[in-house]
Structures are given as structure tokens and as C-alpha cells.
């Protein structure tokens, strides 16, 4: 599937997203305004998306038309990121309930049937900890490419980082544009559109939106995977397949530690970032998984 996506101009199901414009505002949380955008219409089943660290909605915003023709689909950024406010320090508290205001904001809770959660990569660590404390109010969630055991030290013991690099020029930025963990670079009509989202004009030149230091303001749980049975409503984990984040290990100690029965999905040829490199096969991951989830609020292994 990358081949047919690595030509040099933009396939036309990426045009046909990028036209699909979003309902999209900034609401209120714990003091900081927070943006978000939703696609589909609002009595279809929601399916909320949460990103991960150094991400923005437009980690969303190619695939989410797609999901959108069966759900109502919602994504923002969380403070901190993209065109959210900063905090003086991002507790996880406080991330969940931007997560539920969202929610309710977009209209996710407005259907019968009560919605649907995906989460990728940090954006995991916030979403079981959401289904933990707020699960029977979701009808199942996907956590995609999350390790749910932290990679380097975040909260008071993280080292602050100095401000991001100022550019000269915008085309400059987006050229120097780095995904994090590093992957091969395909499908680049997506990461200029990242890029280009992801400043702002400072001065005389062009840096990255995100607060230099999330790390050591968010007081993220360290490991999570002993957790996972806690989730009160249906799981289901997906990663792709050379993932440097969900390693082997990693994948084998959350087979072990999920609730029974619960789905474990590898997206072949896909690396950390799958909507990036693959993403017509996360769509049909989710929607797969999105169709197959029980009523009765449990898998059977």
C-alpha cells in the first residue's frame, strides 16, 4: 500500500480530505482555551481521536473524513499543543477533562449509542486512564501504537528544554520537519501539511507551536500497563508492525496484561506514526474494530 502513496503530487482521497472542512471552535478548561474540530454529522456514534505528544488536530485530519461517513468524529489538541493555550503545569486531571469537555462539546454523547475513544501514542496514557475513571461512558476505545510505559523521564524530574529553534523562512521549517520517533519518510504531501500547521511567526522568523516544556510540566504515569484490566469498557490495541515505540516486548507484556479476548491488530509495513505511513490501513483497522466491538461490554479469548 506505500507505493501507491509516494508519488510525487497528492492522491485524491488526501485532496478530498483536506477539502472536507471541519466544525471547529476552542472551548474553555481549567482556564485554557482549547481547539478542536469534528466531522460528521452529530447524531451518527462518536468516536473521539486523541493525539500524541507534539502532535495537533492535523495528526487527524487526513483520515478522519473517511471514519466520518459512520461516525461523528472529534479531535483537538490538547493544551499545550497546537493553537491551545499553555499551562504552567499539564496534570493528567486535567488533560481528562479536556478530553470529556470535548466530547460533550462535539456532540459525542448525542447519539444512542454512547461513543467510541482512539488513542495514539502519548494520547494513550490519557485515553486508559480515561476508560479507567470514565469508561462506562464509551463503548469501547483502540489504543494505537501507545507503549503505556514511559521512554524517558516526564514531570519534575524531566530535564527543561530550551525554546524551539526560530527559522527564517516557513519553507525552511517545514523542510526541517521531524517525526519523533524517526520513521522512513513517505508520503510526504503529509508531513508538509503537519509541518505548516504546526507554526507559528515569531519575530523575524518561524518556530514550532508546542510548549518546550511539556515533558517536565505533565506528571505522566510511568507505567500503565499493569493497568489495562482496569479499563471499564472494551479494549482493543493496535501498532504497527516495525513500531520502534511498541516493541516486541512491549506488545507481549500488554497481550499479557489486557483483559481476555481483547484484539491485538499489527498494520503491516507500518511504523509509530501509522496515519502517517499507512494510513488507509488504519482506517480499515478502525473501522474494522470499531464494528466488531461487543455489546455486553467484554471480548472472549
Given at each position: 500500500m506505500t507505493g501507491s502513496l509516494t508519488g510525487h503530487g497528492p492522491p485524491a482521497w488526501f485532496e478530498d480530505a483536506m477539502r472536507c472542512e471541519p466544525e471547529a471552535g476552542r472551548l474553555r478548561v481549567e482556564g485554557a482555551k482549547i481547539e478542536w474540530a469534528a466531522w460528521g454529522e452529530r447524531a451518527k456514534p462518536g468516536l473521539l481521536l486523541?493525539?500524541?505528544?507534539?502532535?495537533?488536530?492535523?495528526w487527524w485530519r487526513a483520515i478522519a473524513p473517511m471514519l466520518a461517513v459512520d461516525y461523528r468524529v472529534a479531535a483537538f489538541s490538547w493544551s499545550g499543543m497546537g493553537r491551545s493555550d499553555w499551562r504552567d503545569s499539564y496534570p493528567i486531571e486535567t488533560l481528562i477533562k479536556e478530553a470529556m469537555a470535548v466530547s460533550e462539546t462535539a456532540g459525542l454523547f448525542?447519539?444512542?449509542?454512547?461513543?467510541?475513544?482512539?488513542?495514539?501514542?502519548?494520547?494513550?496514557?490519557?485515553?486508559?486512564?480515561?476508560?479507567?475513571?470514565?469508561?462506562?461512558?464509551?463503548?469501547g476505545g483502540i489504543l494505537i501504537d501507545s507503549r503505556l510505559r514511559a521512554r524517558q523521564t516526564w514531570g519534575a524530574e524531566a530535564q527543561p528544554v530550551p525554546p524551539f529553534h526560530v527559522h527564517e523562512t516557513k519553507e525552511l521549517a517545514i523542510a526541517r520537519f521531524r517525526l519523533k520517533p524517526e520513521q522512513p519518510e513517505v508520503n510526504r504531501f503529509i508531513l508538509d501539511m503537519l509541518a505548516e500547521e504546526s507554526l507559528e511567526p515569531v519575530g523575524d522568523?518561524?518556530?514550532?507551536?508546542?510548549?518546550?516544556?511539556?515533558?517536565?510540566?505533565?506528571?505522566?504515569?510511568?507505567?500503565?500497563?499493569?493497568?489495562?484490566?482496569e479499563a471499564r469498557c472494551p479494549l482493543a490495541i493496535v501498532r504497527g508492525v516495525h513500531s520502534r515505540s511498541v516493541i516486541d516486548e512491549?506488545?507481549?507484556?500488554q497481550y499479557a496484561a489486557a483483559p481476555p479476548g481483547t484484539p491485538f491488530v499489527e498494520v503491516p509495513d507500518a511504523h509509530h506514526h501509522l496515519m502517517i505511513d499507512q494510513p488507509l490501513a488504519?482506517?480499515?483497522?478502525?473501522?474494522?474494530?470499531?464494528?466488531?466491538?461487543?455489546?455486553?461490554?467484554?471480548?472472549?479469548?
Open positions: 486523541l493525539i500524541g505528544n507534539g502532535a495537533h488536530i492535523g448525542d447519539a444512542v449509542q454512547t461513543p467510541f475513544l482512539g488513542a495514539h501514542s502519548f494520547g494513550g496514557f490519557i485515553g486508559l486512564r480515561l476508560m479507567i475513571e470514565h469508561g462506562e461512558r464509551f463503548s522568523g518561524w518556530r514550532y507551536r508546542q510548549d518546550p516544556n511539556m515533558r517536565s510540566k505533565t506528571p505522566l504515569d510511568s507505567d500503565l500497563i499493569p493497568r489495562m484490566a512491549i506488545w507481549r507484556e488504519l482506517v480499515a483497522a478502525l473501522r474494522a474494530l470499531l464494528q466488531s466491538f461487543p455489546k455486553n461490554g467484554s471480548w472472549n479469548r
